[in-house]
């Protein structure tokens, strides 16, 4: 749940900055293709989770991500010391930024990187970036176009200062080309994260039924019914060859609830996952 947003915006009305504060679990779908905007994404406070089409990323306190133009599940998490978790968010329009870099510097080569996010963290020059900007937060009065657009050089500027330069270069000069992955490849990216059909359609960039008909066509069965099979498939295999916990392997396995996760396999194989394990244990 969201507690509080701030904003600042240009003459334009777009947003450039974002502070925000979360009340933790909280999960949503964030879509950076149809706006034509890319971000850098900061923790403050709490921990973050966040989908593409590739991969997950964790962030904790102090953590930063450079998140290319595309879709994204994002989840902001409970950590011991608190609930509370703040933001702020960075955008990048490539009109701007072209502004901002009327040379057309190698920012904006042609990209032809699969680099769709890149985790930033350890930073000092970016931590005290982030405390300027709480300043403008606290006094959005000061914060025109000309101290935006200076704003945002800035943070280019030490972004390609980290000891990831290659990594943030690379897909800085692909941030406004939209991800192209196909149902595929983002299906299996993701098959044993826990995330929903519907979470894993938006990360294709289509709506439910678009996907599960596309989908069909390429695996040739339902959505629900294949993942399902993966997971579990995955699941007897863990069993086989691994003491951990069956809670861990659920987890591991993309199921969030043990319970479910045991109901669900004995179906599947006719007995319970501690038993299986058991019985694998002994015939090895």
Do not use: W
């Not at 950076?32 to 994404?41: H, K, P, T």
């Not at 870099?101 to 005290?128: C, W």
Request: contains cysteine; aromatic residues 12%; glycine residues 4%.
């Amino acid at each position: 749940m969201v507690i509080e947003m701030k904003s600042i915006k240009g003459v334009d009305g777009r947003p450039f900055f974002e502070k925000a504060i979360f009340e933790a679990p909280f999960r949503y779908k964030s879509n950076l293709v149809n706006e034509n905007r890319a971000c850098f994404f900061y923790m403050v406070e709490g921990a973050y989770r966040t989908h593409s089409t590739s991969n997950k990323v964790e962030l904790g306190k102090k953590d930063g991500v450079v998140k290319r133009c595309g879709s994204y599940i994002s989840e902001f998490l409970e950590t011991t010391e608190s609930n509370k978790c703040e933001a702020i968010a960075v955008y990048f329009y490539e009109d701007i930024l072209r502004e901002i870099y009327n040379e057309t510097p190698a920012l904006f080569n042609e990209g032809t990187s699969d680099n769709i996010i890149q985790k930033v963290s350890g930073n000092q020059l970016i931590d005290q970036y982030i405390e300027s900007l709480i300043f403008y937060f606290e006094n959005p009065v000061l914060a025109d176009d000309p101290i935006v657009k200076l704003k945002l050089k800035e943070l280019i500027i030490l972004l390609l200062k980290t000891d990831k330069y290659s990594s943030v270069l690379e897909l800085m000069s692909d941030l406004f080309n939209p991800i192209s992955a196909s149902i595929k490849q983002v299906v299996e990216n993701h098959l044993y994260s826990d995330i929903s059909i519907d979470e894993v359609a938006h990360l294709c960039n289509m709506s439910l039924s678009s996907f599960k008909r596309a989908f069909k066509k390429t695996f040739k069965e339902s959505p629900a019914r294949y993942i399902k099979t993966k997971k579990l498939e995955k699941a007897a295999q863990l069993l086989h060859v691994s003491d951990k916990s069956v809670a861990n392997i659920a987890y591991e396995c993309g199921f969030n609830n043990p319970d479910s996760f045991s109901t669900i396999f004995t179906q599947q194989f006719g007995v319970s996952p501690k038993k299986y394990q058991l019985t694998q244990i002994k015939s090895s």
